[in-house]
């Protein structure tokens, strides 16, 4: 049977929902239930689930490896809120504004051990191999991290380390998501990496998509304030090449956005969203997404098995790029 990307969903919210947290105490477990219950769009999971239905009919039975990946995920999102000071996630308030800082490290340190948990759950004689490749992907995540935090204090990051890192700190778990579902359905190496490389270039696209929506969003639609990254000068694609390609006006208001201490932070980001529009990143980051986003459906289009066998998770990418703005 083939899933569409709806029943996909419907599996994952339907296994969370029903995850049962019975250790105690509850301040520990309390929030990371409240974490898993907030939705959004189960990007990981379902792309694992409709990776292992390009070769099986059983996606069900991966459930629990796919609902690892997903609670790691989250368990990511957790830490990135706390270090970013974020008031909001998917339009409710974060762990650490609801509970308190504390409470945010500690619960996410305990979903990272649930989401290891979980995957032991999968099949035994595939579980090293699922064990190293999470392994491998979740350092990954945390490199990808420190070079973003690195590079807060650098005004020399050049656009190759920004795709290296949103490749580190995003895109790697997309990519392993796609190749879990491939390696639990059997598929052959060559199709597996495939998926994982197909991932890999949506999850770059769908990053650089994430810091136009940053800009350009709907706070409705986009679950986050609007212009957070451009309130705390984060190195983004836009930033980076807004600062290379200026003329010297330019990049001397930008500089002052970028220096001054305590700007009224509305002024700051019309400021600086109207520099894009004059310098045109806005349009090279489209032109960028489309890019990786076609070098992904190369890798999709590698994998040998029949053309309608792909087609959920080819409309369920298409429709994961065509987001609101």
């Not at 052959?188 to 990053?207: C, H, M, R, S, T």
């Not at 930008?254 to 806005?282: F, H």
């Not at 590698?302 to 609101?324: F, H, P, S």
Request: proline residues 2%; hydrophobic residues 40%; glycine residues 4%.
């Amino acid at each position: 049977m083939m899933f569409n990307s709806n029943d996909i969903l419907k599996l994952v919210n339907d296994y969370l929902d029903n995850t049962v947290y019975d250790r105690k105490p509850q301040g520990l477990y309390q929030p990371i239930k409240y974490v898993l219950s907030l939705g959004g769009k189960r990007i990981r999971p379902t792309l694992m689930l409709l990776a292992y239905n390009i070769f099986k009919d059983d996606p069900q039975t991966i459930l629990p490896t796919a609902c690892a990946i997903e609670t790691y995920h989250n368990y990511t999102l957790l830490h990135d809120d706390l270090m970013d000071n974020a008031d909001l996630r998917r339009g409710h308030l974060t762990v650490h504004k609801r509970w308190n800082a504390n409470t945010a490290i500690l619960s996410g340190d305990s979903m990272l051990v649930l989401a290891f948990r979980q995957m032991a759950e999968c099949r035994d004689d595939k579980l090293r191999e699922i064990h190293d490749l999470f392994t491998k992907t979740a350092l990954e995540i945390g490199e990808g991290q420190q070079y973003d935090m690195d590079f807060e204090t650098r005004n020399d990051v050049k656009e190759e380390e920004y795709i290296e890192m949103i490749r580190l700190k995003t895109s790697v778990l997309l990519a392993c998501s796609a190749k879990m579902g491939a390696i639990l359905a059997d598929a052959p190496v060559e199709d597996a990496e495939n998926l994982y490389l197909f991932g890999e270039k949506i999850g770059l696209a769908f990053q650089l998509q994430d810091d136009l929506l940053d800009v350009y969003g709907d706070t409705k639609v986009f679950g986050k304030n609007i212009g957070g990254d451009i309130a705390c000068n984060k190195k983004t694609y836009l930033l980076i090449n807004a600062l290379a390609l200026a003329n010297d006006k330019q990049r001397e208001t930008l500089q002052m956005w970028i220096d001054k201490q305590n700007p009224d932070l509305q002024e700051k980001i019309a400021a600086v969203t109207e520099l894009y529009n004059e310098i045109g990143v806005n349009r090279l980051a489209e032109e960028k997404i489309n890019f990786y986003f076609q070098e992904g459906l190369k890798y999709l289009d590698a994998v040998k098995v029949d053309a309608d066998r792909k087609q959920e998770i080819l409309d369920y990418t298409k429709v994961l790029m065509n987001r609101e703005f």
